[in-house]
């Protein structure tokens, strides 16, 4: 038996755990990043409209900052988001897009002068500043007050992975391609690093580590329809979760995006509607404006996702032979604002729907986009539960998002996580906790239950079909924990479900083979997936009420009254067939923003008892501070720098906002 | 409404890690549904058919350049390839010049990070660190969005694929290595001119290797302007040569 070790072992080789890596060796430790694919190929580079990051160069960005970007966040994730971590995000996330920028990501940079733009279906016209020619530039997102987006064109996601990728071949970080890890390796409540098999040739490797992150991006497999990469299965949370010990957190927020090109529900970015692009109906009527007279077409993703389907079931959508659709309409942006800025866009529209999107309309349709769920972690990164084991990114829920991601801030949290976490498990790799000893008959045991399993479903007589029941897993998810939910489409879910994971238990596989056998590896991901996608359904039964994406019919308001708490989902025993639900209170009085409404979507919820007070001692603060600079009032509302690692604690310069 | 479309995909068939495996041609036959790429044909296959078929997507959006094969004897990405654009017979062949692992598996990504060592295809920062608090170096907006356009490269290997010198030479950089050079000597953020270009692709395994074919630039899934690149790198690193 192999093993192989190292200080930190980095389990996914996408933006976050290259981040993580490189900032670990940087402190002059060992990482080894694990990677299904070769890390560029990771689905980061899909990221395609931006990044946020209050720079405020762009003259419709100005006056943004820290607190704008704040604000929007913890409005878009329906205050589910920790506060806490939401400072920390936004004071990094100028730093990372910086500190991006001198690794060589060719951002784009404003141009002084007049020019035109398109907002809200009007052409006008608006003048960059001098002082910020050349600086990078910004776009409008959904729920955003301010143009805040840094952005490459459309392929935002790629230049950030290729440049970061490229750094950590200067820095010499080793990745294992083809690998994927089975399993966590545990003992005591502290994770040492991971059981992982080789893709190629069915070796299974013992990887021990002092520290062990999980950046394995989110789960959007576990959907029929979705925007999401082949290779994100939710597997990393099925890693944790196997672990009986770790906690998933808010399993039941799933982001649908509003623009996957139908059917096929590849990614067409929000940066389409940001650039002034239009959802328009079956007539031709843009109807965002029905709906949400304040942002329209850019209101939060959850909010837009919704009213299209609402749309759709009001009969109005365009039909297909594949279904009822709604069109994105960009061709008012004009052919060289789509040849220079929705590049990416142009060339999926001609390759897949045979269209040029300059001319024609393009058929879209809401499709699975973003798991805000993930293995709970407190603002460290580190498992609130198992010490050792750390996740960054889409993987991990420290909680950036709650439960509605704004657009713009995935791609920014990858590489500001993975700076954060970084930076805190090189700190526990240097401390006295971060201290293992070297358990090799854990490692032979850990390894040899894996044997076993794969041996288990090499030699299975059972009748069932991994493709068969993943595919039927799909459409569980897909028809039961969509945008609409309700207490009998979950029912019905976790009951087919729970059905299928029995089933996964006699899969047999056809293909004998322990190298590359692409059928054993459907057969022991989809055990996996069905924990993670039970972990999604069993959440949403249980959460009566309506947060960001998580909306329930027969509970539409939001109600903070019961519910401001996040879910933590545990797998307790190898043989239980349903996960096992606990709750963490959100605590209002220490909330900078307290609950209220969030601009746009529903007005009706129902107060946390604690709101009405909380809201009166913020604005008495703010009322007595009223001369204050902003970040002494920020910081009398709710510390939180001493929390980031002492390098990232500088304020921002930015460019003065003109009078 | 006609009837489907009945195609046949022939795949080549092989695992060299299995001493038993003899390279063969296997065929399948399957119905076009509209808009069906490769990618939703090979998916079918597998989950229908053949569950030891091994061939790799990633993004299936024509984004990440793992799906570069032969189709039909020219290198493409599988993903973006629409069954509709391509005669009933269709023949999927491996990317030449890369490590077979089996089928339609070939390893890029090795072969890419070697390269990128060897060219040192990175970004040389001026200063070591940077004080990322303060306001970023200003761009020229018309010369960051040249740099993109250069940056736009996904590995995918077909460029390799489709050149005559790297059939001859094996360690022949190709358009991708040459491409990685002309973007970062185009950046003013990288420290390196053109003398240090020039110690990594001044030779017959760099730029004096092309033979001009330029099968790569007719190849490229993203277009880039590859033919424009290698002739002004091979003129600047004549230049610097000299």
């Not at chain 1, 190292?6 to 990482?31: H, K, N, T």
């Not at chain 1, 960059?128 to 409008?140: I, K, M, N, S, T």
């Not at chain 1, 996964?504 to 004998?512: D, G, K, L, N, T």
Request: proline content about 4%.
């Amino acid at each position: 038996m192999k093993i192989v070790y190292s200080d930190v072992l980095v389990i996914g080789g996408g933006l976050a755990g290259l981040r993580v890596a490189i900032g670990v060796r940087r402190r002059g430790l060992d990482a080894i990043v694990l990677s299904l694919v070769p890390p560029k190929r990771s689905h980061s580079a899909a990221a395609q409209g931006g990044m946020q990051a209050s720079l405020g160069n762009a003259i419709k960005g100005a006056g943004d900052n820290e607190d704008v970007h704040f604000e929007d966040t913890v409005r878009g994730s329906d205050w589910g988001a920790d506060q806490r971590v939401v400072r920390m995000f936004v004071e990094t996330a100028p730093k990372a897009v910086r500190e991006l920028a001198a690794w060589g990501v060719p951002w784009t940079r404003v141009r002084r002068g007049d020019r035109e733009v398109i907002i809200n279906g009007q052409r006008v016209t608006i003048t960059e500043r001098d002082e910020a020619h050349g600086l990078l530039a910004q776009r409008d997102f959904g729920g955003t007050r301010k143009w805040r987006t840094c952005y490459v064109s459309d392929g935002t996601g790629h230049a950030m992975l290729y440049a970061v990728g490229d750094q950590a071949i200067a820095q010499g970080v080793p990745v294992h391609e083809r690998k994927e890890a089975l399993s966590l390796i545990h003992e005591g409540g502290r994770c040492c690093g991971a059981v992982v098999r080789d893709l190629v040739t069915g070796e299974l490797i013992g990887y021990l580590a002092r520290a062990t992150v999980v950046a394995t991006g989110g789960a959007g497999r576990l959907y029929r329809v979705t925007t999401n990469a082949v290779i994100c299965e939710g597997i990393g949370a099925a890693l944790a979760l196997e672990t009986g010990i770790a906690t998933l957190g808010n399993m039941e927020a799933v982001q649908f995006h509003p623009t996957g090109i139908f059917p096929a529900g590849i990614l067409v970015t929000e940066g389409c509607r940001g650039d002034g692009g239009l959802l328009r109906d079956a007539t031709g009527h843009r109807f965002m404006p029905d709906y949400e007279p304040e942002k329209k077409e850019l209101a939060s993703r959850d909010v837009v996702s919704r009213r299209m389907a609402e749309h759709i079931r009001g009969g109005l959508g365009a039909q297909s032979r594949f279904g009822p659709h709604l069109w994105l309409d960009i061709t008012l942006l004009g052919r060289a604002h789509i040849d220079r800025n929705l590049r990416e866009v142009k060339e999926i529209c001609q390759s897949f729907l045979g269209i040029d999107p300059a001319e024609q309309w393009i058929p879209v349709h809401p499709a699975q986009h973003y798991t805000m769920g993930g293995i709970r972690t407190r603002h460290t990164g580190e498992s609130t539960t198992l010490r050792g084991l750390f996740a960054a990114g889409e993987a991990a829920c420290w909680d950036l998002h709650g439960f509605n991601r704004l657009g713009g801030n995935s791609v920014a949290e990858t590489v500001v996580a993975g700076t954060i976490v970084g930076e805190f498990v090189a700190d526990f790799c240097e401390s006295g906790v971060g201290d293992i000893d070297l358990p090799t008959a854990l490692v032979r045991d850990a390894v040899a239950v894996q044997r076993a399993a794969l041996d288990a479903l090499l030699a299975s007589r059972g009748t069932e079909s991994a493709d068969a029941i993943r595919v039927e897993m799909q459409q569980a998810m897909t028809d039961g924990v969509g945008i609409f939910r309700d207490a009998a489409g979950l029912e019905s879910a976790v009951g087919r479900l729970e059905a299928l994971l029995l089933r996964s238990r006699s899969i047999a596989v056809r293909e004998r083979a322990d190298g590359p056998n692409p059928e054993l590896v459907t057969a022991y991901r989809v055990q996996r997936m069905l924990k993670v996608a039970l972990a999604m359904a069993c959440g949403a039964l249980a959460r009566l009420e309506s947060r960001g994406a998580h909306f329930r019919e027969d509970f539409p308001r939001r109600d903070d009254a019961n519910w401001l708490k996040r879910t933590l989902a545990t797998w307790r025993n190898a043989a239980d067939t349903l996960p096992t639900l606990d709750y963490e209170p959100i605590d209002v009085d220490a909330m900078e923003l307290p609950p209220g409404w969030r601009g746009y979507g529903a007005r009706d919820y129902r107060d946390h008892p604690d709101t009405a007070r909380r809201t009166a001692e913020v604005q008495a603060l703010r009322d007595r501070m009223q001369a204050g600079d902003r970040r002494e009032v920020q910081a009398a509302l709710m510390p939180y720098r001493e929390l980031l690692p002492a390098r990232l604690q500088a304020s921002n310069d930015r460019l003065e906002a003109p009078a | 409404m006609s009837a489907a479309r009945r195609i046949q995909v022939h795949v080549l068939r092989h695992n060299p890690r299995d001493p038993a495996s003899e390279p063969r041609l296997q065929s399948y036959e399957v119905e076009e549904a509209a808009g069906m790429t490769l990618f939703l044909a090979l998916t079918e296959i597998r989950e229908r058919r053949d569950p030891s078929l091994a061939f790799d997507f990633v993004c299936r959006a024509g984004i990440c350049g793992s799906c570069a094969m032969l189709v039909n004897g020219r290198p493409r990405l599988a993903c973006n390839t629409l069954t509709k654009d391509l005669p009933a017979d269709i023949t999927l062949l491996p990317l030449p010049g890369f490590e077979l692992i089996a089928d339609l598996s070939v390893d890029t990504g090795r072969w890419m990070r070697a390269l990128s060592e060897r060219l040192q295809a990175w970004l040389h920062a001026r200063e070591t660190e940077v004080d990322a608090a303060r306001i970023e170096e200003p761009m020229d907006p018309d010369l960051a969005d040249r740099i993109y356009e250069l940056d736009r490269c996904i590995e995918c290997g077909c460029c390799v694929a489709a050149c005559g010198t790297a059939q001859m030479r094996a360690d022949f950089v190709g358009a991708v290595g040459l491409n990685k050079i002309a973007r970062f000597s185009l950046d003013p953020r990288d420290a390196r001119g053109d003398g240090d270009f020039y110690e990594l692709v001044g030779d017959d395994d760099g730029v004096f290797g092309c033979m001009t074919l330029l099968a790569c630039h007719d190849v490229c899934p993203k277009q880039l302007p590859l033919q424009n690149q290698i002739a002004f790198l091979r003129r600047r690193m004549a230049r610097a040569g000299g």
